[in-house]
Structure formats: C-alpha cells, structure tokens
C-alpha cells in the first residue's frame, strides 16, 4: 500500500508537469529544453516565500507566474530575436540555473521543515481525522491536477486555445485569420512553464526543500507520460489527451517503481525510462502501420 500511495503521489504532481511539456511538445511542436530549471524555479520560489512568511497556498499562483515569465522569456527569444527553438529553450535553462541559485541566496539546498504547507498546516490537522499523512497528500495533489486538467480542457476550448493548436498544426490558418503566430508561441510556452513551475512548487512542499539538482531529467519524465499516454490511449477516441497524459505519467511511475522494487538501482532509472520510449513508440508505429495497410 505504501509503494501505491508514493506512485500516486509522484504521478500527480509529475502530472501537472507533463501537461505542460504536452502543450509545448505535442500541441505547439516546440522542444523546450528550459523545463529542467523552471520545474526548480517553482520550487525555490516556493521555499523562498514560505520562509518568508507567505501563506503556502499563495505559493501556487506566484510559482506558476514565475514559470511564465520565464516561459515568455523563451518565447520572445525565439519569436523575436530569431533564435532557434532548441537552442532558446537552452539559453533561458542556463541563465535559470544561476537565477535559482540566487533566489536561493546561493544556496543550493533551502529546506522549509516544519513550515506549513498545503500538506502540513493547522487547518489541514482539523480534517484529518484518522487519515494518514500519505493518503492525504495523494487527495490534495489528486484535486490539484484535476482542477489543472479542466482549467487547461477549458482554455482549449476558448478562442485562445484554437489558435494554439492551430499554430502547431498549421501555421498558414493563424496567419490567415490575422493573427500573430508569435504571440500565440509566446503565450503557449508562458502557459506550459507556468504549469511546471507549479509542479516544482507542489513538489517542494511534499518533500519539505528545494535542491538545485531537482529538476534534472524533468524533461525526459514530462516526454515519457507524454508519449506513453498518448500512443497506449490512442485508439480510446473519447479519451480527453489531457486525461491520457496524467494516466501515462501513473503508467511511467508505476514502471520505476516497479523496477527499483525488484532490485534495479536508481542510477539506471533513465535506461527504464529509454526503454519505455522505444517500446512505446514502435508498438504506436506499429498500430499506425496496420491501419495504414488496412485502410
């Protein structure tokens, strides 16, 4: 039961991650490699205001806008000084590193134990009841990601959200409605590293610190519950993509655990994860082969 609850919980808040690289990867096309340091820069901001007496639920929306700063960063990078997409999600994940480690007073761990948190605070303590500390963290992350998933479903569903999936499927439409496919680029990635440094906040208060090195590898996981979701979800037409990509991250989670449960170390976690890769992806490209074939 422990080994579910702590999938649950990492699915969850990874999840919140992974719909944002779905924005940036499948709906706009855009490989934005600055992942791996706002998924920190939520995190340090979190740290950062909870020490400084700033009520821990006020933390979310003050990381999310910092993850879009810095998504609007790249954006603009890329749109207005013509910088290639790999290598503007590059420059602003290296100028982050440093930026981190300033917010965090050149430091690089902040712990924030014994600070209330959304999942440690007097209040919380009234509701309880006899629920353990690990059941309550997977409620509160579950409700996080769902009220997420139906605000993302929901803007998509907006005049906004058109031109974003229309300027990753097809440019030519944005521009022949007169309207600025760059800004459309730009309010995407804004949006998508909004929802990862909401990942790295929700994170740091489950783990009780922020740490440099955390978002390491918050690139591969947020692609792996992409792909993984999407291609073993595909045939299921009714299956919102939002909904597949939080089931590919339990999927992909449930796998690593899996795997260091039977006695695989922790250092070969991204060979699971490459693994994962490409057998999902031939099975997904096998599927496509036979309808092509079929049809």
Do not use: W
Not at 126 to 153: E, N, P, R
Not at 191 to 217: D, H, M, P, R
């Amino acid at each position: 039961m422990s080994i579910i609850l702590g999938v649950l919980q990492e699915s969850f808040i990874y999840a919140i991650l992974a719909l944002g690289v779905y924005i940036t990867y499948s709906i706009l096309d855009f490989p934005d490699l600055s992942v791996d340091s706002t998924f920190p820069l939520g995190a340090v901001v979190t740290a950062s205001l909870i020490l400084a007496g700033v009520p821990a639920l006020f933390t979310l929306p003050l990381s999310f806008l910092a993850g879009g700063i810095a998504g609007t960063v790249t954006g603009l990078i890329h749109v207005k000084l013509k910088v290639r997409d790999l290598l503007s999600g590059i420059i602003v994940m290296t100028g982050l590193y440093s930026i981190n480690l300033a917010i965090a007073g050149d430091k690089s761990n902040l712990p924030i134990f014994g600070q209330n948190t959304i999942f440690d605070n007097p209040l919380l303590a009234k509701f309880q009841g006899s629920k353990s500390a690990d059941v309550m963290i997977v409620m509160i992350t579950f409700v996080i990601v769902m009220i997420v998933k139906f605000l993302l479903d929901g803007y998509l569903k907006t005049r906004s959200g058109y031109l974003l999936r229309a300027v990753g499927d097809n440019e030519v439409v944005v521009i022949a409605l007169a309207k600025d496919k760059g800004m459309v680029k730009i309010i995407g990635l804004a949006l998508a590293n909004g929802l990862v440094a909401l990942a790295g906040s929700v994170y740091c208060q489950k783990q009780g610190f922020f740490e440099l090195s955390i978002g390491t590898g918050s690139i591969v996981i947020g692609l792996a519950s992409v792909i993984i979701g999407t291609k073993v979800l595909k045939r299921f037409r009714r299956i919102k993509a939002t909904t597949a990509v939080i089931v590919g991250t339990f999927f992909y989670k449930a796998c690593v655990s899996i795997a260091i449960a039977f006695g695989m170390k922790s250092s070969y976690l991204r060979l699971i994860t490459a693994i994962l890769f490409l057998v999902i992806l031939i099975l997904g490209s096998g599927r496509e082969k036979k309808r092509a074939i079929g049809a």
